[in-house]
């Protein structure tokens, strides 16, 4: 009997050794299949040009379709000369050339210069790169319908590479306004049946917006990963007012009543300090000793603003020139950044990342409310500073030379100007057709008038007392 346990218990560890054998391999081999989709989505386009009370008041209550506002965004959305500073194209989900870069399309400047950094720190080669286009209008009604169309498209996306025998992972990178129209596929994937369902492996917020009215679907569980990443210079971030639920937006996602912050979840707030020489006219290398460096040089805090997260350096926004990374975003880093915090699970799931370019260092503390110095959690190494340089020089190579301010304002305000024109030539025909309505009912009431004169119809009157009328139950 104990020789029959002994056989059976050796049997069942046999077959689990062989199990778990196989479940390697097939997670080795999977592994070696994993080919990672990365999708940009761009932000909202400005509405500077469009801040009235009128304007305002549509965009608080949504009611943006009929207005100048729509129509002039929905022409420069089609104007490819806004596709120069940022990763954007047309509308829908379009893959981007990174192997033939050229002054036309940012995207495939900056989508290359990621996957160049992505590469350096030990990533497999991929080029999976697409762009989300949306149509950029501050919208929530619109948001949640253009995140139907994202899934939609990323799900085809999706099944065909995996008939081509490939696993599928999924990244996106998002912007502004796009992060919260990204968010809205939480709330699409409840509405999707079993065999349409897939999910987001990282899901990266830029400057994001976090509104009440979809924080929550961070909890979505379409959602593996979320990192929200924002920077105490970026003023931008806070200006959405336009809800009746809160004032303005917020930088972080916080825990609220019915609301908890999952663990998936990891905001990183971005801090840069690098130094330039007191005497501009001095050519002195950056040195070593930090009491040399601190009497020649000046200490400068370069922690990015709103526009420096996303758009090349030649925007006409408020990039700034003498900005470290120029003419790269930060965005590019995101690689650096997110592998060094997977290194070291010792750190929060909130966190500061100060990165020192003069250093070639990158340090990463826990965020605390009350500011108490304190030493970093880790410091690990940044780029070089050679492989920095070339991918400025790179990127350089394809500055645009006809993006300037003058003609961005044009467009601008072109689109505005035929917007206005439009809508005032539709008033006037929408009058004109009220007019013609109003005239033709007019002439069928006159004409109507008119034929019962000369017509005049005999009116019998059923309930007078008549014998000749009066039907078969008369009493004669």
Known sequence: MKKMIAVYYLALVMMQTTLMSKSSEHTQQNKKNDTWITVFVHGSFSLKPHLTLGNALNVIFDHIENSVYYRSTEINRQDKFFYKNQIMMGLGLHKIDIKNPNKEEAARISAGCYEKISQFIGNNPCDQYYAFGWSGLVSHKLRYLEAGILHQQLGDLIKKLKAEGKNPKVRIISYSHGGNMSIQLGAIHVTKSPSDQFFIDELYLNGTPVQIETDYLINSPIFKKVYNIYSKADCVQKLDFFSFKRFFSNRKFTNRKNFQLPDKLTQIRLNIIDYTPKDLNANISLPCDDAILKKHFKKCTYDPGHYELWFMGWTILSYRKNFPFNPLPIMNFLPVIVKALEEHPECSHDVIVRILPYKEKMEVYNYEKIKIKHDPVFTTDFLPKSFLDDLKVHALKYE???????????????????????????????????KNIK??????????????KSHPTKVVNLQKNNKRLSGFLHNT
């Open 400 to 434: 645009p030379v006809d993006y300037n301010l003058e003609t961005y304002n044009r467009k601008m305000y072109d689109a505005i100007a035929i917007a206005k024109y439009e809508y005032q030539e539709l008033k006037s025909l929408k009058i004109q057709e009220f």
């Open 439 to 452: 005239k033709e009912k007019s002439d069928k009431k006159n004409h109507s008038k008119d034929h019962k």
